[in-house]
């Protein structure tokens, strides 16, 4: 296939004089119209007419919009998992079950929204004779707020970019989006969009519904999230990224909201009979969820909390052998790459650490790495916690519980927090358990956090900096309520009613 490098804006595909390359793993770069703040803003103009429109229309058109990019995803699956590995170095089965992940979470939302219970729609009636005063009649439903902007992430090309959560909960919820492509992938961003534009054209939706901007500087990021007819940012990152847009978010003339989820280094507390009965095995498992990926998910287990003793080692030596057994893996991005060995070279000139297994990555390849530390040091050295993005991984030893519930406390907000436990250590847990909650958005048992479902009860998201709202998730469909906002209608009759509020 043949890639222009477009950036598509309100249906038609648009170029620049200005052009960046892609850095793909493998074929030759595509040359990639670099987008500008002229471009976000005809794009957001865009967005806000079709708002006019999209956003009042009704639920059975949004879902059959869903419906129809996901079917059109489908239909180019063999090109986007070709495009799609050569610009990541993603296996083929990765983007192929990515590839399922995003249609299916996209024909969930729809599924969603016809139910409507994520409307939260509410009636109090009037009570005219009430003393000593009356009430009005009350009617409460969600709304959606607007042109929403979408920054595609490097680490899922497909699952959390172009038509991935955030833009199918933004569209799902009635919103207009335009999306930042991410220049790791410009390629893959390219088919998704077309895929999108096709499902506009089948359903007769407005063509400013959706428009993609690929990247090439920080102007066309600092412009989106400026833009005054944005009404909210969806973005997974880095935390210095993603915390230098919140703030472009806050400083605005109209603070708007920015949904950022920024990455943890997601901590798993390995209990004492757990330890005991199956240290060694939970270790050898551990490596496997750490290099999971080369190491390049959000929810990455990159600290093991174990208490000290052999059985302790049993574990560390476990995870070490399988760590050292595990062959260099094909990281996305150069940059990523280069991160990854400027975050172990951190952990190198550090006395508080000690190397279990250390090994040098070159080029755009990494190894993993394995250190260890006591909880004493670790609490003393903020940078310790820093998310280290690829297979490297902390064990932080502890003298008992007590200690594990200190250094518990000691963490900052993550995405997710494990527990391995046995039957005899529910007190151990149950100790532990009112600590973690506060730390993470999801609390896990017995299992490993690399994979997330796509479901109604899931939670991605959590205390700063883990993510900019700890009251949202980017997962699940509770991700549609972070585009929406309560409007409360009083005495308006029922003919000015929203549809969906008729009849309530």
């Known amino acids: 296939m043949t ?59 949004r879902a059959a919009f869903l419906n129809a990019i996901a079917d059109e995803i489908e239909a180019r699956a063999e090109t986007i998992t070709a495009i799609g590995t050569a610009e ?37 009636e009037a009570l005219p004779d009430r003393a000593p005063l009356p009430r009005p009649d009350l009617r409460m439903i969600e709304r959606p707020i607007g042109p929403v902007a979408v920054f595609g992430a490097s680490n899922f090309p497909l699952a959390f970019s172009t038509a991935g959560g955030d833009t199918a909960a933004a569209l799902a919820a ?33 063509p400013s519904v959706f428009s ?33 847009l919140f703030d472009l978010c806050a400083q605005r003339p109209e603070p708007i909201p920015f949904f950022g989820e920024l990455g943890s280094v997601n901590p798993m507390f390995v209990l004492p009979e ?41 574990f560390v030596a476990a995870a070490k052998d399988a760590l050292a057994g595990t062959g260099a893996q094909v990281m996305l991005t150069d940059g990523i790459a280069s991160a990854y060995r400027a975050g172990k070279d951190r952990f190198d000139g550090r006395n ?34 820093e998310e280290v993005f690829g297979p490297l991984g902390l064990v932080v030893r502890v ?51 690399t994979g997330v479902e796509v479901c109604d009860s899931m939670v991605h998201g959590g205390p700063f900096p883990a993510s900019t709202n700890f009251g949202a998730t980017s997962v699940g469909t509770l991700a549609i309520r972070r585009f929406l906002r309560p409007v409360c209608y009083q005495n308006l009759p029922e003919a000015l009613l929203p549809a969906d509020l008729q009849g309530i």
């Open 174 to 206: 009635g919103c207009p989006v335009v999306v930042k492509g991410h220049e790791a992938h410009p390629g893959t961003a390219e088919i998704i969009a077309e895929a999108i534009k096709a499902a506009v054209e089948k359903t007769g939706t407005h």
């Open 88 to 124: 990541t170095g993603l296996p083929e089965g990765r983007l192929q079950g990515e590839r399922g992940r995003t249609t299916g979470q996209i024909r969930m939302f729809a599924d969603h929204i016809l139910k409507g219970d994520y409307l939260d729609r509410r009636h109090d």
């Open 399 to 449: 003298d008992n519980l007590d200690e594990m519930v200190t250094l518990a406390k000691g963490f900052e907000g993550q995405l997710t927090a494990t527990l391995h436990m046995d039957d005899g250590d529910a007190d151990a847990a149950r100790a532990l358990l009112p600590v973690l909650e506060r730390k993470a958005g999801r609390v896990l048992a017995n299992g490993f956090p």
């Open 352 to 385: 508080a650490v000690t190397p279990v297994l250390t090994t040098d990555s070159d080029g755009r390849e990494a190894t993993p790495n394995l250190y260890e530390t006591d909880a004493s040091a670790y609490l003393q050295d903020h940078a310790l916690g």
């Open 212 to 244: 993609m901007i690929h990247g090439g500087s920080h102007e066309v990021g600092g412009a989106l999230v400026q833009h005054p007819l944005i009404k909210a940012v969806g973005f997974t990152g880095s935390l210095r990224g993603g915390k230098a």
């Open 3 to 61: 890639f222009h490098g477009k950036h598509l804006i309100a249906g038609e595909w648009t170029g620049t004089e200005a052009t960046f390359a892609s850095t793909p793993v493998t074929g030759e770069p595509i040359t990639v119209s670099a987008g500008d703040a002229t471009l976000v803003d005809k794009a957001v103009q865009a967005a806000e007419e079709a708002f006019w429109s999209y956003g009042y229309s009704s639920r059975e058109e």
């Open 274 to 314: 757990a330890t005991a009965a199956r240290g060694a095995a939970i270790g050898e498992a551990w490596a496997g969820s750490l290099t999971m990926g080369a190491g390049q998910f959000c929810t990455n287990p990159g600290i093991a909390v174990v208490g000290k003793g052999p059985e302790g080692d049993a």
